[in-house]
């Protein structure tokens, strides 16, 4: 089947499919549903459409429409964003474990063939190796610790109080749990909390219209409208955000800004903002 969403799974992203933010009210969807489904519908007159396009438009446009099957994707959704970030997160371990043990037996192989003696560098040689061994076990330990946060239940907060902090309340196994979260938590991240004799371990997923957040990195979507793109514009973000960026008239889009230190923030310093600009559909 063509996944028209782009993903990576058979999960179909119908927001991106109709093109709207997770946050749209009904009405929103109602008019991106009847502009999508225009494009694509059989009874189209010069006879161009897309029986499996218009099929999935249907669905989504069903789904979103109603409450209760809503709620019930939005959480479907959150999960396959959890996915989603974990596979970026085990491929990131692997490929920064990968490349700092190279690093380290080409850095001791240098040494070893300049300084050393040759009567004792299989001996720094075998050191090397160790170390890449240790980078690997290390790694395969924390890709046991990925694989167990996919499996916890999910604890969604606002961007904002992933940048400030402060109260938030979930419920696990019909049980409410409130607590005070600490500033520069990310998606992936997770909590764990005792009361009483109970104990709940939880996973942190943001969730904010047009932002994905990829470790400490903020992704800002800003979508331009035609006249946005022809004459230049304005764009304010929003809080926790608080910015407003210039937008050049006749320039090329999708394109990006990177702005360094205004992402999440941490002890070892903040991540990055990136606002990505592209044309609205």
């Not at 943001?206 to 006249?227: C, F, K, M, Q």
Request: hydrophobic fraction near 35%; charged fraction near 20%.
């Amino acid at each position: 089947m063509t996944k028209h969403s782009g993903q990576s799974d058979h999960f179909i992203d119908y927001y991106q499919l109709l093109g709207v933010p997770k946050s749209a009210d009904v009405a929103t969807i109602k008019r991106a549903y009847r502009s999508q489904i225009a494009r694509h519908h059989p009874d189209r007159v010069d006879g161009r459409h897309d029986d499996e396009m218009a099929s999935l438009l249907n669905t989504a446009y069903a789904t979103l429409k109603d409450t209760d099957l809503r709620q019930r994707y939005d959480e479907r959704w959150l999960e396959h964003q959890s996915r989603q970030w974990l596979l970026a997160k085990k491929q990131q371990v692997a490929d920064t474990v990968g490349t700092f043990a190279k690093q380290q037996v080409d850095k001791l192989g240098k040494v070893v063939k300049s300084k050393v003696p040759t009567s004792v560098q299989d001996n720094i040689a075998s050191g090397a190796g160790r170390i890449a061994g240790q980078a690997i076990k290390h790694a395969k330990r924390l890709w046991r610790q990925l694989n167990h946060t996919s499996k916890l239940p999910i604890c969604q907060i606002s961007l904002q109080l992933a940048y400030h902090g402060g109260e938030v309340t979930f419920t696990v196994n019909h049980q409410t749990w409130q607590t005070t979260l600490p500033k520069g938590l990310t998606t992936g991240d997770t909590i764990h909390l005792t009361r009483g004799a109970d104990t709940v371990t939880v996973q942190i997923a943001i969730s904010e219209p047009n932002v994905i957040v990829r470790g400490l990195d903020v992704y800002y979507t800003v979508a331009l409208s035609r006249r946005d793109i022809d004459t230049g514009a304005q764009v304010v973000l929003p809080p926790p955000l608080s910015l407003q960026l210039g937008v050049p008239a006749h320039a090329y889009y999708p394109t990006s800004v990177r702005l360094s230190g205004r992402g999440l923030p941490s002890s070892d310093g903040a991540g990055d903002l990136v606002v990505v600009f592209e044309v609205q559909g």
